[in-house]
T-cell receptor, first 115, second 113 residues
Framework: DGGITQSPKYLFRKEGQNVTLSCEQN?????MYWYRQDPGQGLRLIYY???????QKGDIAEGYSVSREKKESFPLTVTSAQKNPTAFYLC??????????????FGPGTRLTVL | AQSVTQPDIHITVSEGASLELRCNYS??????LFWYVQSPGQGLQLLLK??????LVQGIKGFEAEFKRSQSSFNLRKPSVHWSDAAEYFC???????????FGSGTRLSIRP
């Protein structure tokens, strides 16, 4: 089955630690995205990548980093610089990332809790 | 700034009743429009999308949405809801700028038995 997988489903981190969230897709999509979801705020874009070895900051990139070394993988690192990292993180992908008319498909999400 | 507004934070309807969830997008060029559904602790699933053409769009699970340019709206409807429709619903718009889709803040739907 084609789809997007995110791991782990639940993640706990101590303050001051970096943590990496995994996102893998086997849809052969060029574009991938990371969103953060907080209650009552919808989804906010952290980073996106339209092609391998290239990525751009979204609206709330501070305290996060990404890499796109392979087409199917787009890991997100939450660094200690992120002041309020507890949230639900969603990864998505789309065929091309071309401007307009491109549907995004979502993974099941990772819930990160900072202890 | 481009935006998507979902005016209702939480709606409760009785099982079997009709449903309408509201969505308004900011003025300007017509964006591409989407409705997604999210069950608790899960990712988002696409219900339907509007790119152009017929303003009444059919989606999965018996949902439909109507695009109204004059009202800058893209409301989601279902004639008869089922208990399994309880979830959070997100409207989204793609204004064709740097691959960024703008999401509304969501409407939580509860179903009364």
């Amino acid at each position: 089955d084609g789809g997007i997988t995110q791991s782990p489903k639940y993640l706990f981190r101590k303050e001051g630690q970096n943590v990496t969230l995994s996102c893998e897709q086997n849809l052969n999509h060029d574009a991938m995205y990371w969103y953060r979801q907080d209650p009552g705020q919808g989804l906010r874009l952290i980073y996106y990548s339209q092609i391998v070895n290239d990525f751009q900051k979204g609206d709330i990139a501070e305290g996060y980093s990404v890499s796109r070394e392979k087409k199917e993988s787009f890991p997100l690192t939450v660094t200690s610089a992120q002041k309020n990292p507890t949230a639900f993180y969603l990864c998505a992908s789309s065929i091309s990332g071309a401007v307009g008319a491109d549907t995004q498909y979502f993974g099941p999400g990772t819930r990160l809790t900072v202890l | 700034a481009q935006s998507v507004t979902q005016p209702d934070i939480h709606i409760t309807v009785s099982e079997g009743a009709s449903l309408e969830l509201r969505c308004n997008y900011s003025y300007g060029a017509t964006p591409y429009l989407f409705w997604y559904v999210q069950s608790p602790g899960q990712g988002l699933q696409l219900l339907l999308k509007y790119f152009s053409g017929d303003t009444l769009v059919q989606g999965i699970k018996g949902f439909e949405a109507e695009f109204k340019r004059s009202q800058s709206s893209f409301n989601l409807r279902k004639p008869s809801v089922h208990w399994s429709d309880a979830a959070e619903y997100f409207c989204a718009a793609d204004y064709s700028s740097a691959s960024k889709i703008i999401f509304g803040s969501g409407t939580r739907l509860s179903i009364r038995p």
